[in-house]
């Protein structure tokens, strides 16, 4: 049981470039999300799924977009990478909406962007 | 609008004393506030959770909280700090209208020294 798993762990993109950040758990978790960490600014949430098939903005949705695949595996493109980008990136599931639902996080993808 | 203000973005504590890490939080509804930490180059596990159900809440690795409602807080502590506790620690309350979204504090590190 692997938990949040979350893939790359580190990338440097020039501005200007895309990618994808992936993320996987196996919990059978229903909801899945986005934070983007920055130092002093405590987490912040990018977009979230409440469930297979729905997506919707956080706070933070600006030059991002996500895909649900499917239950297990919820991406985040950055189309065009921008300096402000740099961050580093959590995704974490939970079993539902319930506002007292535990999330449990992944490990983290650190970007740079030049 | 709901917010997490944590007191202190660092902390400072010897070995076998008490550990105290502020949390105060604004919110018009009855909140459920949670503890996270986060270790050193992982993501973020959760240490306890404030339910509504008991305003004292014990978590994991000897830690607690008390919520108060006259004074909007849930400080975190532990009798007595050990090496291994030194992380970063975030308060977060969950936003009402359901989708579980947190609001997260900036965050508090903690070092502890021998």
């Known amino acids: 049981n692997a938990g949040v798993t979350q893939t790359p762990k580190f990338q440097v993109l020039k501005t200007g470039q895309s990618m994808t950040l992936q993320c996987a758990q196996d919990?059978?978790?229903?909801?899945m999300y986005w934070y983007r960490q920055d130092p002093g600014m405590g987490l912040r949430l990018i977009y979230y799924s409440a469930s297979e098939g729905t997506t919707d903005k956080g706070e933070v949705p600006n030059g991002y977009n996500v895909s649900r695949l499917n239950k297990r595996e919820f991406s985040l493109r950055l189309e065009s990478a921008a300096p402000s980008q740099t961050s580093v990136y959590f995704c974490?599931?939970?079993?539902?909406?319930?506002?007292?639902?535990?999330?449990?996080f992944g490990p983290g993808t650190r970007l740079t962007v030049l | 609008a709901q917010s997490v203000t944590q007191l202190g973005s660092h902390v400072s504590v010897s070995e076998g004393a008490l550990v105290l890490l502020r949390c105060n939080y604004s919110?018009?509804?009855?909140?459920?506030l949670f503890w996270y930490v986060q270790y050193p180059n992982q993501g973020l596990q959760l240490l306890l959770k404030?339910?509504?159900?008991?305003?004292l809440v014990k978590g994991i690795n000897g830690f607690e909280a008390e919520f108060k409602k006259s004074e909007t807080s849930f400080h975190l502590t532990k009798p007595s700090a050990h090496m291994s506790d030194a992380a970063e620690y975030f308060c977060a309350v969950s936003r009402s209208g359901g989708y579980n979204k947190l609001i997260f504090g900036a965050g508090t590190r903690l070092a502890v020294h021998p």
């Open positions: 919990m059978n978790h229903n909801s």
């Open positions: 404030y339910t509504s159900a008991a305003t």
């Open positions: 974490a599931s939970s079993e539902g909406t319930s506002e007292v639902d535990t999330q449990y």
């Open positions: 919110s018009s509804v009855p909140p459920y």
